[in-house]
């Protein structure tokens, strides 16, 4: 069963670079079954996806987010990454990293347990 | 861009049925998804591909789409339901969530 754990800082300025790491176990990160996600939750409010990438670099990212997001897979490490620039305070939101199927339906079968990341000076 | 819509609420009394619905043009030609969410808690996927349960998911969930709307169903809902349910379809080579429903038990 897949295990997926966010890391990184709880606290970017405005107009700084968010990055957050999620380090996958239990399973295999070059999966062909796999695409690997970002997903956040601002403070009482719903999902918003924010990309997913392929282990092979292939990424699908929000139209919304695109020109300020990258997605990108460190397979040595078993690691995926978020890097989201240019942050305000809209961007305040628990983050959660998951494991996208692709055999089927596209959907998040394991999700981390989420971390708040909050953008203040 | 597409939308799926959900209403924001749905009471449901205990041992009862509740249906919670997800619009979306043409919904019924892609396949849908349903998370819960309780409180501090990740989502966890009770529905996938319109129909199918996980494995560890209660027999009492289940799915349906046709046409624009998909439907979740909770038979003999239990108090340990309630909670945040999201839908959640791909299209375009992009992800969209419904807004939500918050599922109250009273």
């Known amino acids: 069963q897949l295990q997926l754990q966010e890391s990184g800082p709880g606290l970017v300025k405005p107009s700084e670079t968010l990055s957050l790491t999620c380090t996958v176990s239990?399973?295999?990160?070059?999966?062909?079954?796999?695409?690997w996600g970002w997903i956040r939750q601002p403070p009482g409010k719903g999902l918003e996806w924010i990309g997913s990438?392929?282990?092979?670099?292939?990424?699908y990212y929000n139209p919304s987010l695109k020109s300020r997001v990258s997605i990108s897979v460190d397979t040595s490490k078993i690691q995926f990454s978020l890097r989201l620039s240019s942050v305000t305070a809209t961007d305040t939101a628990v983050y959660y990293c998951?494991?996208?199927?692709?055999?089927?339906?596209?959907?998040?079968?394991?999700w981390g347990q989420g971390t708040l990341v909050t953008v203040s000076s | 861009s597409y939308e799926l819509t959900q209403p924001p609420s749905v009471s449901v009394s205990p041992g009862q049925t509740a249906s919670i619905t997800c619009s979306g043009d043409?919904?019924?030609?892609?396949?849908a998804c349903w998370y819960q969410q309780k409180p501090g808690q990740s989502p966890v996927v009770v529905i996938y591909q319109d129909t199918k349960r996980p494995s560890g998911i209660p027999e009492r969930f289940s799915g349906s789409n046709s046409g624009n709307t998909a439907t979740l169903t909770i038979s003999g809902t239990q108090a340990m339901d309630e909670a945040e349910y999201y839908c959640?379809?791909?299209?375009?080579?992009?992800?969209?969530f419904g807004g939500g429903t918050k599922l109250t038990v009273l």
């Open positions: 959640q379809a791909w299209d375009s080579s992009t992800v969209v």
């Open positions: 998951a494991s996208m199927v692709i055999t089927s339906q596209y959907f998040f079968d394991y």
């Open positions: 990438v392929f282990y092979g670099g292939n990424s």
């Open positions: 043409k919904l019924g030609d892609k396949y």
């Open positions: 239990g399973g295999s990160i070059n999966s062909s079954s796999y695409y």
